[in-house]
């Protein structure tokens, strides 16, 4: 079975509310999600990211 595959159905189990072993240990791994940074680290992030992902793909165009 796929990453992906098992996730799906982690999710579904989730979104109908059933449990399971695997559901749990996922839960508890994962813990919460990051924080978002304050703007000024936010803004320079996502720019860097996107000029590095359009340099990266350079060859492509």
């Known amino acids: 079975m ?12 989730l979104a109908l509310g059933k449990s399971s072993q695997a559901l749990e240990n996922i839960i ?17 992030g996502i720019s860097g990211r996107m000029k590095l992902v359009e340099w990266e793909s350079r060859s492509e165009i």
Do not use: H
């Open 2 to 13: 796929t990453r992906g595959t098992s996730s799906g159905r982690l999710l579904v189990e």
């Open 28 to 44: 508890a791994v994962s813990g919460q999600p990051s924080a978002i940074p304050p703007d000024p680290f936010r803004s320079l």
